[in-house]
């Protein structure tokens, strides 16, 4: 990418529009992940409901529903692994294939762009889906721990290793469900990065779109002020 900004292919608007994008989606992720005081995020109000559900994980009988909402949250998390999958396969088939990227110039009337030009954007949103993929598999992986810790929680609320197994089992769901998150932003800002194929404008637009996005789902949806009613500690 140094050779092709060197040889001006890539202007630097090209570069501003992509520091954008790769400061938007650390910066972001930071922001939910340590929101500021008085304005929780979506993500950060269910780190108390998931502890709330293993306090009361110790005391359900029986314990099916919660080995179904397990299943479920595995089941989600490894069709989005599969999902970025088969798009990485996608995209490193298109690489591969220098004729189907000018052709797809030349339908966007960019015939004049170089083959590697093409070939860096399209990386670009190859790097997000891989970060997408690995937070998946690990957040998979992860929710396969809690299970089995579940597991291993005492049915005997008196037992004095119930609730310490609980508040583990807990940690470890918050730390999937992280893993998790940030696999789905990334897939949220690769779907941004594609922007970039019809220009820096057009990357810059879709990045500031995406963070809106982004930003109303997890500061000014509905579903947070539902959250937000007798929230658990």
């Known amino acids: 990418m140094t050779d092709l900004i060197a040889t001006g292919h890539f202007s630097t608007a090209d570069v501003a529009a992509l520091a954008l994008l790769v400061l938007g989606w650390l910066t972001f992720g930071l922001v939910v ?29 029986p314990r099916i529903f919660d080995a179904a909402i397990m299943e479920n949250l595995r089941q989600g998390t490894s069709f ?13 088939a298109l690489i591969g294939n220098t004729e189907r990227l000018l052709g797809l110039a ?6 004049s762009a170089p083959a590697a030009v093409w070939e860096a954007k399209i990386i670009v ?30 049915n005997d609320p008196g037992d004095p290793l ?59 949806s509905h579903s947070r002020v539902v959250l937000m009613q007798s929230t658990p500690k």
């Open 125 to 154: 949103v190859l790097l997000f889906l891989t970060n997408a993929f690995l937070k998946f598999v690990w957040a998979h992986r992860l929710f396969g721990y809690c299970a089995i810790v579940m597991a291993s929680v005492p």
């Open 33 to 61: 992940e340590h929101p500021p005081k008085g304005r929780s995020s979506v993500a950060e109000l269910m780190t108390g409901y998931r502890r709330e559900w293993m306090r009361q994980f110790v005391t359900r009988e």
């Open 106 to 111: 030349e339908d966007l009337t960019l015939a």
């Open 162 to 220: 119930a609730y310490d197994r609980a508040d583990q089992a807990a940690e470890i769901n918050i730390s999937a469900a992280k893993s998790f998150n940030r696999g789905l932003r990334s897939v949220y800002f690769a779907l941004g990065a594609l922007a970039w194929i019809l220009g820096p404008i057009a990357l810059a637009l879709a990045t500031v779109a995406t963070l809106a996005v982004l930003w109303r789902r997890e500061f000014a």
């Open 80 to 92: 989005l692994a599969s999902a970025t999958m088969i798009a990485i396969g996608g995209g490193v």
